[in-house]
């Protein structure tokens, strides 16, 4: 009775999602799939980063947590299974597990071809490649069993913010379904930066010289997401269409 989740850019008009979680199902019957999301925008492997990263840890030991978002499958990128304090993570090696790496996980790449459909289609890793894998690790067998130990993953080089003298620097990686702008700041470098001392938060013409605890303090707010990262947001309102903010925009702290 493992638990397997997903996270996929696949949206659920097609039944590639569905078709992944019968090869889940015919190799391990008890599996519990739990669809985190399908819905992140497609390609875009830094906003799968930052999902995964965020949910992950709420999940029991054991569970088995399936990424597939993955512009170049079939290409020269490598398959992996990643494991983290009692967790395994499936997919491309293409930067997706970037925030899991400061944790010096193990790392195995997936070549054993029995643990694979046959034939492999180049264009769905996740039915032939992954889905078989999470199927059989949630079964109880070794990431070492898949193929060789690697430790030179694949990273994204934007994802973190950066701090230079008296400023912070970041952006937006994603809007949630409300149109709230979440960043890759997080509350704790804010704080850690700033001190006790005075800050303004800028992004685009809007400043903000304090968080906010909730949506409902003000028209535009600046708050520390239940994630832990900056976001801003409007009450019973979108950020982005009011703004006009897009994913990527820089958001800047500075201090006196």
Sequence with gaps: MGIITLLTDFGVK?????????VI??????????????????????????LVDDYWRYLPPGT????????????????IVVSLK??????PDNGVFTLLMDNAPDIHVIENRNFMLSPVSPTFHGRDIF??????????YSPQAFGRRITDPVLLGDI??????RTLKGNVVRFDRFGNAITNIKGSALRYFAGEGPFEVRIGE??????????????????????GYLE?????GDFRDKTGTGKGDPVTVTRP
């Design 64 to 79: 088995v947590h399936v990424v597939v978002v993955d512009p170049t499958v079939g290409g020269a990128r490598r398959p």
């Design 86 to 91: 009692g967790h395994h993570f499936v997919g």
């Design 14 to 22: 097609d039944p590639y999602v569905g078709v992944m979680k019968g």
């Design 25 to 50: 199902l015919g190799i391990d019957p008890g599996a519990r799939v739990i669809d985190m999301t399908h819905e992140v925008e497609p390609q875009d492997i830094r906003e799968a980063a930052f």
């Design 160 to 165: 973190h913010p950066v701090i230079g003298g």
């Design 131 to 140: 889905s078989p894998a999470a199927a059989r690790l949630s079964r109880g």
């Design 206 to 227: 809007h400043v903000f010289a304090a968080l906010d605890r909730t949506y409902c303090e003000g028209d535009l707010t600046c708050l520390e997401g239940s994630s």
């Design 232 to 236: 801003f947001g409007v009450f019973k």
